[in-house]
């Protein structure tokens, strides 16, 4: 009792001083060493300026150059991995891509995307993951070849600085299906160091049947990326539902203009944030130490639950039947 009420205080003072939830706190106490089938991987969660104008050199420079700012001191923080926004290479206005605009919203002409200077920003990006040995996921327009939409994207570079994939955002808004972008098809995974992460984009927090799909993927994390700049806390809650729900990571990763409200962070499958990046509307990241936990309970019940554990208990008929059963 004695060893187990001073684990608890440790835990707690652990979690007053950092703002931890109980359970961070207890995977930081609780190292992989003290239990060899416990993984650990420190990540980071970016959050990022808005650049809107796809026709704008200079800004596009600026966006690549913040990105790369983040991805060094996530290096220095020791991240293997860092998340970074929807779009954060830029996230092409609606009204400044219509064609129609920028008083009316209608199909978006994409041959005003300065497309080389994109391509420039990614590789000097890709090259610099190579360099620190830095996995690296971002959003980006994806181009495709005309007259087809691109793609509103998520790219995974590894530490190698190779593109392992791509993931192509597949539940559209009404604006972006109606006049931006071409929809994906499928969801994609990718592990490092042993953990298993899926990607969602834009406004898919909104469908818990993508966060469901990726449980079932066995992922320990879904790196869900958004964007915009009037705050909002609904898809930060819903994140942290995401997490609780499937007991696993969920990394909620907005641009900078959210963060007086909900800024990015790393939920913890106990639906807690594990860390949060300033609340500032400055750009900036956060890191915790993800943990697997392979013995913990939740979700192999979870699994049992939404199979077919409860079918034989069922009563047979109508219950509703049953006159006992009235008041």
């Given at each position: ?95 400044i891509m219509s ?6 919203i209608g199909p ?35 181009q495709l070849t ?182």
């Amino acid at each position: 009792m004695t060893r187990n009420g001073n684990l608890k205080r440790r835990i707690r003072a652990r979690a007053a001083k950092t703002g931890e939830s109980y359970t961070a706190a207890l995977q930081h106490i609780r190292k992989p060493e003290d239990n060899p089938s416990i993984g650990s991987m420190r990540m980071a969660v970016a959050q990022t300026s808005v650049f809107d104008d796809p026709r704008d050199i200079s800004a596009l420079h600026s966006a690549g150059a913040e990105m790369r700012h983040l991805m060094k001191e996530a290096h220095k923080a020791g991240a293997r991995l860092i998340h970074f926004p929807e779009g954060a290479t830029c996230f092409p206005n609606k009204r400044i891509m219509s064609e129609n605009g920028p008083r009316e919203i209608g199909p978006s002409d994409w041959t005003r995307c300065q497309w080389g200077v994109l391509r420039e920003e990614v590789e000097a990006t890709r090259k610099l993951a190579c360099q620190l040995k830095l996995w690296t996921v971002f959003g980006s327009v994806h181009q495709l070849t005309a007259p087809n939409r691109p793609h509103n994207s998520l790219y995974v570079i590894s530490e190698r600085g190779e593109l392992v994939t791509r993931y192509d955002e597949r539940l559209l808004s009404n604006t972006k299906i109606s006049y931006m972008y071409s929809p994906g098809k499928i969801p994609v995974t990718f592990a490092v160091d042993g953990f298993r992460f899926g990607c969602s984009l834009g406004m898919e927090v909104h469908y818990p049947e993508i966060f469901i799909e990726y449980e079932r993927h066995d992922v320990d994390c879904v790196l869900f990326s958004t964007s915009g700049e009037r705050p909002s806390s609904a898809f930060a809650a819903e994140a942290l539902g995401h997490a609780a729900s499937n007991s696993y990571w969920v990394s909620f990763s907005a641009h900078a203009p959210q963060s007086i409200v909900a800024p990015a962070g790393i939920a913890a499958p106990d639906g807690q944030w594990a860390a949060l990046c300033p609340t500032n509307g400055e750009a900036g990241i956060a890191v915790a130490d993800i943990r697997t936990d392979p013995e913990h309970p939740a979700r192999p019940w979870r699994r049992k639950a939404r199979a077919d554990l409860y079918a034989p208990h069922h009563v047979e008929g109508d219950p509703r039947s049953d006159s006992r059963n009235l008041f």
